[in-house]
């Protein structure tokens, strides 16, 4: 598939983490009319040539990944997809900058926030204040695995949309793995959202007590 933008590795080093050593890929894309955005992949064994990956392409979120947020799942996520690679011994967690709010903004997320305060749910509120429910594009998830040189993927996530968008790119999507985290009565609305309208595959307990 021909890229419609530039996407360059810019340099790897090792990242001790407490899951373990991973070894950080950096990578920058620039696409005329947007501004330019910086991804990473840390990566655990060997992926060249390999087949059947564990592979986590994870959407920036600055709230739940850096301040914990409990509105969302985000967090918890992402540093299960690390144990997840690590327990595997072989995979890669892409960190896809750019999909903050699923691609609206920091600040219009907020703003979305806000709308959720008033009663609004999560796809309710971004068509609120005018932005897309869902504005999230997978081009440079694939060319991280194309550059990797990983011939197709486990994919861990429980949204089909993601792996229906990494297929039409071009990427093998072997099997995809449930990667659901434990609700709690903060961040229950929003996942019941994701599963009753925009199709994640969710299995949420009726209890939503705090835990």
């Known amino acids: 598939m021909k890229k419609m933008f530039s996407f360059d590795h810019i340099s790897h080093a090792t990242l001790p983490t407490h899951h373990g050593d991973f070894v950080a890929y950096a990578f920058r894309e620039s696409d005329p009319g947007r501004e330019c955005l910086e ?3 840390l990566v655990r064994g060997d992926v060249q040539n390999a087949s ?9 979120c600055l709230t739940g990944d850096v301040f914990g ?3 969302c799942d985000c967090g918890e996520q992402l540093d299960l997809a690390l144990q997840r690679v690590a327990e ?3 995979g890669v967690v892409i960190y896809v900058r750019g999909h903050e709010g699923r691609a609206i903004g920091l600040v219009n997320k ?7 305060d008033e009663g609004l749910d999560t796809v309710e509120a ?3 204040i005018g932005q897309p429910v869902d504005a999230r594009r997978y081009d440079a998830a694939a060319e991280i695995l194309r550059h990797l040189g990983i011939k197709s993927i486990q994919l861990l996530s429980n949204n089909p949309r993601k792996a229906t968008e990494l297929k039409a790119l071009g990427i093998t999507v072997s099997e995809q793995l449930p990667h659901e985290t434990a609700s709690h009565a903060l ?4 996942l019941s959202t994701k599963r009753d309208r925009m199709g994640h ?3 949420l307990p009726s209890d939503t007590r705090e835990r």
């Open 201 to 203: 595959l969710l299995e």
């Open 110 to 116: 907020i703003a979305a926030y806000a709308q959720q």
């Open 126 to 128: 971004n068509i609120a």
């Open 69 to 71: 947020s409990r509105r």
């Open 39 to 41: 991804h990473l992949a």
């Open 187 to 190: 961040n229950h609305h929003y």
């Open 52 to 60: 059947d990956v564990l592979v986590r392409v994870h959407s920036e």
């Open 88 to 90: 595997a011994g072989r």
